[in-house]
């Protein structure tokens, strides 16, 4: 971070709502690089620095070439971030793209121009709120986000494992363009809009967990939410208790019987159910 110089977990006490942020990606290239790729040192190397939000759906990229210095190849590069237009946390990814040998015996395809030589493991998480125990949720508006014309939406990373933490799998975007949505955020809307949300978080959760179930065996769901009760693992098991389930038979429902899953989350959540008199 250069803008403003403090590290990346220090974010949710320093920043504010609209303040833009830079991040500045260095690297260099160790005297190994060029023969193990097969690339001549008269050839351009390029260092890729990209920042995304994916709650705001927006992504901020930044490339500079590497160069030499007294026979160090290295590069930095700035990404600038609109503060106005970020919000949850941000993803930083840093590769190295240049023409990378493809071994094709055809010359024309021997090369790829714009081949990601070198990348990291997974993309930097920079968080810009602490969320506590509180449901992950963001007020946003819709219109400049490009999402339908709606109260809310509950939006599961596309992505999302089962030891992620909650924060970063599953979250409640509320929408600031309709009066709605105020009411929402102000606690004030009617008690069935609540139990509406709280039905859709459930559907969503339990639905997308079991898309990605063939990936993992249930010794490992488990593994993930005894080792973490904060991980989205453990809130599905949560979720699935209000069912009356254990998570295996929820995922199978979700599974199996989508429909049936998401008229027992309205159930469950007493959407729109007169209590009788007494």
Excluded at 4 to 17: M, S
Excluded at 84 to 89: K, L, P
Excluded at 130 to 148: C, E, K, Q, Y
Excluded at 230 to 247: E, I, N, T
Aim: hydrophobic share 45%; aromatic share 6%.
């Amino acid at each position: 971070m250069t803008s403003p110089e403090i590290a990346l977990e220090e974010i949710p006490d320093v920043w504010e709502p609209g303040q833009d942020l830079a991040f500045r990606i260095s690297a260099e290239l160790s005297p190994e690089f060029w023969p193990e790729t097969g690339i001549d040192q008269d050839e351009e190397v390029t260092l890729v620095g990209t920042v995304t939000c994916l709650a705001a759906r927006t992504r901020w990229r930044g490339a500079v070439v590497f160069n030499a210095h007294d026979d160090r190849w290295i590069a930095a590069v700035d990404v600038e971030v609109d503060g106005s237009a970020i919000a949850v946390e941000l993803l930083v990814d840093v590769a190295v793209v240049g023409p990378g040998r493809t071994g094709h015996p055809d010359p024309t395809r021997a090369i790829h121009h714009a081949a990601r030589l070198w990348g990291i493991p997974a993309a930097v998480r920079a968080p810009l709120e602490n969320l506590g125990d509180v449901f992950p949720t963001s007020a946003v508006g819709f219109s400049t986000s490009g999402r339908r014309r709606i109260p809310w939406s509950v939006e599961v990373s596309h992505d999302a494992e089962p030891h992620w933490a909650l924060s970063s799998a599953i979250r409640l975007f509320i929408n600031t363009d309709l009066d709605v949505g105020e009411e929402i955020l102000a606690g004030s809307a009617h008690p069935s809009v609540y139990q509406a949300i709280q039905a859709d978080i459930l559907s969503a959760a339990l639905l997308h967990l079991a898309s990605v179930r063939d990936g993992y065996s249930m010794a490992t769901i488990t593994e993930s939410i005894e080792t973490d009760v904060s991980s989205f693992a453990a809130f599905c098991a949560h979720l699935s208790a209000k069912l009356g389930f254990d998570l295996e038979v929820a995922l199978r429902l979700a599974s199996e019987e989508p429909m049936q899953l998401i008229e027992r989350a309205r159930e469950a959540s007493g959407y729109m159910v007169e209590e009788g008199g007494s």
